[in-house]
C-alpha cells in the first residue's frame, strides 16, 4: 500500500511518498532522490524496502524549487542539472531531518529511523547522519561527499556506504579520500564495485549493474534489518 503524505515544517510543507509494508509496526526508511525527483525510480525503490517489511518514506528534496517533479534519466538531464547545481544542501539536511523526525511519530512506526540515498540522496544521506540523529545511514555513490569530510567525526550511526570503482562523477581520488577518512571508524563500511560507473543500482539506467545492484541492495536490505530492529 502506497500513500501521498505532507511533512510540515516552520516554513512550509512538503510531499513525500509513502510505501508500507504488510504488517506494522515496523521501523521506517527514509529514501533520498537523485536528481530526478521522486520518480518511478524512487518509487520503486521505497516499494522494495515496504516488501521487505520497512516503512518506506521518499520525500520531495525539491519542494522549495519545484514541489513534486518528476523527471526522467533518459530525457531531462537539463532541467535535472540545473535543479541539482540550485539545490540548498545546508537547507536540504534541516528539511530532511524534519523528515526523519516525522518518521519517528508516524503511526504504524516504530520510531527506529534509518536513511538511504542514491546520487545526491547519497550525499544528504552523509550528511543526515552526521547533523542529526539517525539509526542507519546508507549512502549510494554520493557526489560532493569528499567536500564535507571534516564533518565525518559527528558521524556515530552505522554506516555503509557503496560506489561504483569507475563512477564518471566521483573520481579516484575523492573515493580514497573518502575511504582514508571512514577507515577504522567504528560501525562503519564501505564496498567498492568493480567495473560499475555511477548510478549503477538504478533501475532501467543506462549504467544498470543487475549483478552489482543485487549485491548492494542485499547488503543495506541486511544492515538496515539489523540496526533498526526487524527480524
Known amino acids: 500500500m502506497s500513500e501521498i503524505l505532507n511533512i510540515k515544517v516552520p516554513d512550509g ?28 525510480d524512487m518509487r520503486q525503490t521505497a516499494d522494495e524496502l515496504a516488501a521487505l517489511g ?41 528539511d530532511i531531518i524534519a523528515a526523519v523526525e516525522w518518521a519517528r511519530t508516524l503511526p504504524g512506526a516504530t520510531g527506529q529511523v534509518g536513511v538511504v540515498g542514491f546520487c545526491l540522496g547519497g550525499l544528504m544521506s552523509y550528511l543526515t547522519a552526521a547533523r542529526g540523529k539517525i539509526d542507519a545511514a546508507v549512502s549510494y ?14 558521524i556515530t550511526a ?13 573520481s579516484q581520488a575523492a573515493q580514497q579520500a573518502i575511504k582514508a577518512k571512514m577507515h577504522g571508524k567504528p560501525g562503519v563500511d564501505i ?33 538496515f534489518k539489523k540496526h533498526l530492529g526487524l527480524a
Not at 77 to 85: I, M, P, S
Not at 141 to 154: H, I, P, V
Not at 159 to 169: A, L, Q
Not at 203 to 220: I, M, P, Q, S, Y
Open 191 to 223: 564496498f567498492s564495485y568493480p567495473g560499475c560507473a555511477h548510478a549503477f543500482a538504478r533501475h532501467h539506467g543506462t549504467k544498470f549493474d543487475e549483478a552489482a545492484a543485487h549485491l548492494a541492495n542485499g547488503r543495506t536490505a541486511s544492515f
Open 54 to 94: 520497512f516503512i518506506a518514506i521518499c520525500p520531495d528534496l525539491f519542494w522549495r524549487q519545484v514541489p513534486n517533479v518528476q523527471l526522467s534519466d533518459k530525457t531531462d538531464w537539463d532541467q535535472a542539472a540545473k535543479l541539482y547545481q540550485a539545490y540548498d544542501v545546508n537547507q536540504g539536511a534541516v
Open 158 to 170: 552505522p554506516m555503509i556506504m557503496h560506489f561504483g570503482e569507475e563512477d564518471e562523477y566521483i
Open 141 to 154: 555513490y554520493g557526489g560532493r561527499t569528499d567536500e564535507f569530510l571534516d564533518e565525518a567525526s559527528n
Open 13 to 40: 510543507s512538503f510531499s513525500a511518498y509513502v510505501a508500507r509494508p504488510k504488517q506494522e509496526p515496523a521501523p521506517a526508511v527514509v529514501v533520498l532522490q537523485e536528481i530526478f525527483g521522486v520518480n518511478t
